[in-house]
């Protein structure tokens, strides 16, 4: 089956825009996670969405937000792109418990400019 | 909240030496533990998981781990590593959060680099 799908691969944003990336996880998955991962800080967890609803945050700005929509593709936006937002966004996708691996896209490699 | 500790950001190895990458994760009443790896430019891979049973997991590529839960430790080891191996190695813990999902916690990752 295919795999999580995430567009675009790469983006090049000036400060001050906003951006919005796209996921499509694997099909019957319901769980879709975001990540953000710098040099710096690792692999830092943003947020979770299933059934369309945020069911975990991590500890982002508002600026960061995300939705989900019925046929489990995920969205995140964020908004007023600030330098320190360059990074590699990565989204996981899984099925309902701890036995179902999360399987990550190849990510969008987001750089502000 | 649940925090990983990889100790070393990067570990030099000659090809067909062994290696071991360490992971150390806070307590916890009952944790999940994976090893995921990162080749370049592209997104993280299972490389192998403990739930539960075993203490000793392995991938199939010649990897194994082995869950320590007095020293609340997941060392990552291969015998003999090959130059493919060269890639970033993140340990993660798991537990289960609110709403019943099981988001994990990833250690800041550890680049293993296979020289020939």
């Known amino acids: 089956k295919a795999g999580v799908t995430q567009t675009p691969r790469y983006l090049i944003k000036t400060r001050g825009q906003q951006v919005t990336l796209s996921c499509s996880p694997i099909s019957g998955h319901r769980s879709v996670s975001w990540y953000q991962q710098t040099p710096g800080q690792g692999l830092q967890f943003l947020f979770e969405y299933f059934s369309e609803t945020q069911r975990n945050k991590g500890n982002f700005p508002g600026r960061f937000s995300g939705r989900q929509f019925s046929n489990s593709r995920s969205e995140m936006n964020v908004s007023t792109l600030e330098l320190g937002d360059s990074a590699l966004y990565l989204c996981?996708?899984?099925?309902?418990?701890?036995?179902?691996?999360?399987?990550f896209g190849q990510g969008t490699r987001l750089t502000v400019v | 909240a649940q925090s990983v500790t990889q100790l070393d950001s990067q570990v030099p190895v000659f090809e067909e030496a062994p290696v071991e990458l360490r992971c150390n994760y806070s307590?916890?009443?009952?944790?999940?533990l994976f090893w995921y790896v990162q080749y370049p430019n592209q997104g993280l891979q299972l490389l192998l998981k403990y739930l539960s049973g075993s203490t000793l997991v392995k991938s199939i590529n010649g990897f194994e781990a082995e869950f320590n839960k007095s020293q609340t430790s997941f060392h990552l080891r291969k015998p003999s590593v090959h130059i493919s191996d060269t890639a970033e190695y993140f340990c993660a813990v798991s537990d289960q959060k609110s709403g019943g999902s099981y988001i994990p916690t990833f250690g800041r990752g550890t680049s293993l680099i296979v020289h020939p």
């Open positions: 307590s916890s009443v009952s944790v999940y």
């Open positions: 996981a996708s899984s099925g309902w418990s701890v036995n179902t691996e999360a399987f």
